[in-house]
T-cell receptor
Framework: DAGVTQSPTHLIKTRGQHVTLRCSPI?????VSWYQQVLGQGPQFIFQ???????GRGNFPDRFSARQFPNYSSELNVNALLLGDSALYLC?????????????FGPGTRLTVT | RKEVEQDPGPFNVPEGATVAFNCTYS??????FFWYRQDCRKEPKLLMS???SGNEDGRFTAQLNRASQYISLLIRDSKLSDSATYLC????????????FGKGTSLLVTP
C-alpha cells in the first residue's frame, strides 16, 4: 500500500511569494494534519483536517491556510513568505481525527525562502 | 514552559549497550503517547505507542507514569541502526488532537 505522499519534495521561493504544498493520505485515512519542522526542533502543529473540516489550528499566522478535498487530499498554502518560513513541511494522515489512531508522516516538502 | 520536554542528549553509546530516554509532559489532559524515530533529513516514523500498563516491542520498552506525567523509552542491546533522533510525542484532546512533539534526543551507537 502507498504511504503518505507529498509534493513537491523541494521548493525554493523568494520572500513575499506564496506557495502551495500538497498531500495525499494513506488510502482509507480521513484525517490530515500539517506540521512545520525547523532545523534542530521537533515538528510544530499547524492544522488538522477531518472530513474536509478544520479540527484544529496551531499558533501560526493567518498567512498559513489549508483545505481538504472530498478525496481527503489536502493543500497547505502560505502567503507573503518570510525567511523564517524555511523549514520541512510534514503531512500526517490518520484514520480519523480523534487522536485514538496513530499518525503516519509523509516524506515532507523542504521549503527554502531566499 | 514547553508542553513536552526531553533529555537534551546527545547520547553516544557502544553497540550492545542499554540506553534510556526520558520525557515529561505538562498537559494533564493528555490522552495518547508515542515515541517516533527520525533519521537525518527524513520524516518521523512511529516507533511505538505508549500504554498505561507499559509495553514492549522486541528490544524497545516504553513506560508511562500518568501521576508524574513522565514517559520513558528503553533500548536494549543497541544496534548501529538505532542511531537516530527519538521524539517523545503527546496528544491532548483539548488541543485539537494535535501531536505535541518534544525537541528530540539524538542517539549515536558506535562500533
Amino acid at each position: 500500500d502507498a504511504g503518505v505522499t507529498q509534493s513537491p519534495t523541494h521548493l525554493i521561493k523568494t520572500r513575499g511569494q506564496h506557495v502551495t504544498l500538497r498531500c495525499s493520505p494513506i488510502s482509507g485515512h480521513k484525517s490530515v494534519s500539517w506540521y512545520q519542522q525547523v532545523l534542530g526542533q521537533g515538528p510544530q502543529f499547524i492544522f488538522q483536517y477531518y472530513e474536509k473540516e478544520e479540527r484544529g489550528r496551531g499558533n501560526f499566522p493567518d498567512r498559513f491556510s489549508a483545505r481538504q478535498f472530498p478525496n481527503y487530499s489536502s493543500e497547505l498554502n502560505v502567503n507573503a513568505l518570510l525567511l523564517g518560513d524555511s523549514a520541512l513541511y510534514l503531512c500526517a494522515s490518520s484514520l480519523d481525527g480523534t487522536g485514538t489512531f496513530e499518525q503516519y508522516f509523509g516524506p515532507g516538502t523542504r521549503l527554502t525562502v531566499t | 514552559r514547553k508542553e513536552v520536554e526531553q533529555d537534551p542528549g546527545p547520547f553516544n553509546v557502544p553497540e550492545g549497550a542499554t540506553v534510556a530516554f526520558n520525557c515529561t509532559y505538562s498537559n494533564s489532559a493528555s490522552q495518547s503517547f508515542f515515541w517516533y524515530r527520525q533519521d537525518c533529513r527524513k520524516e518521523p516514523k512511529l516507533l511505538m505507542s505508549v500504554y498505561s500498563s507499559g509495553n514492549e516491542d522486541g528490544r524497545f520498552t516504553a513506560q508511562l507514569n500518568r501521576a508524574s506525567q513522565y514517559i520513558s523509552l528503553l533500548i536494549r542491546d543497541s544496534k548501529l541502526s538505532d542511531s537516530a533522533t527519538y521524539l517523545c510525542v503527546v496528544n491532548a484532546a483539548d488541543s485539537g488532537y494535535a501531536l505535541n512533539f518534544g525537541k528530540g534526543t539524538s542517539l549515536l551507537v558506535t562500533p
